[in-house]
């Protein structure tokens, strides 16, 4: 069965710090893809970074970067010089193609940015 | 102009009431999808569909019911609410079946007395 394990409940991070939020998965599909999700105190689920189980690089969007190691079933979020504005609740989720397509998610870690 | 649109944003409601909510996406995707916050932030898809036709339906009471009347729309109507039905309740599509990420709804928070 697929799974999706964020083993971190809560994070503090001081302002400007860079921050690694832990996610590990578990599929037995070859073919699958990894995201991350941000959900700030307002609610919506704001999408941040994808990576595919066939990308050779690790993906990379402005200040977030994916930690991607494939034999460890590992999809990290690296997020450098943290913000205020990054606090908030991050949700890793992941997409099995032969199974319907279905996009599971984490339990999600709440990141707070100390000023 | 909101790519994902949900309403009601907020539903109170009484234990055995119906209640509706009505999701609209104007970004031409074929798939789209109602997931489930409760109350400890864990997510969880309820169903899923393409082109008008449910692909995943996740052993979730018969109590809910989706409708799709376009590929365009998907609406989740419940009836008989219990207690534990409340939650965020959120609308997503994507550009296809194992196509692209998800775009959320901005969720409704679903309270049942």
């Known amino acids: 069965a697929q799974k999706i394990t964020q083993t971190q409940p809560g994070m503090f991070v001081q302002e400007k710090e860079a921050v690694t939020l832990d996610c590990t998965y578990d599929?037995?599909?070859?073919?699958?893809?990894l995201f991350w999700y941000k959900q700030p105190s307002s609610g919506e689920m704001i999408f941040l970074i994808y990576?595919?189980?066939?990308?050779?690089q690790n993906a990379t969007e402005g200040r977030y970067s994916l930690n991607f190691q494939k034999a460890r079933k590992s999809a990290n979020l690296v997020i450098s010089a943290s913000q205020l504005g990054d606090s908030a609740m991050y949700f890793c989720?992941?997409?099995?193609?032969?199974?319907?397509?279905?996009?599971?998610f984490g339990s999600g870690t709440r990141l707070s940015i100390r000023p | 102009d909101t790519a994902v649109s949900q309403t009601p944003k907020y539903l109170v409601t009484q234990m055995g009431n119906d209640k509706s909510i009505k999701c609209e996406q104007n970004l031409g995707h074929d798939t789209m999808y109602w997931y489930k916050q409760d109350s400890k932030k864990f997510l969880k898809i309820m169903f899923s569909?393409?082109?008008?036709?449910?692909?995943i339906n996740e052993t979730v009471p018969n109590r809910f019911s989706p409708k799709s009347p376009d590929k365009a729309h998907l609406n989740l109507h419940i009836n008989s609410l219990e207690l534990g039905d409340s939650a965020v309740y959120f609308c997503?599509?994507?550009?296809?079946?194992?196509?692209?990420?998800?775009?959320f709804g901005e969720g409704s928070r679903l309270t049942v007395l």
């Open positions: 989720a992941m997409r099995v193609y032969s199974s319907a397509s279905k996009i599971i």
């Open positions: 569909y393409n082109n008008k036709e449910l692909i």
């Open positions: 997503a599509s994507s550009q296809g079946q194992g196509i692209g990420e998800l775009f």
């Open positions: 990576q595919g189980s066939y990308d050779q």
């Open positions: 599929t037995s599909d070859p073919s699958y893809g």
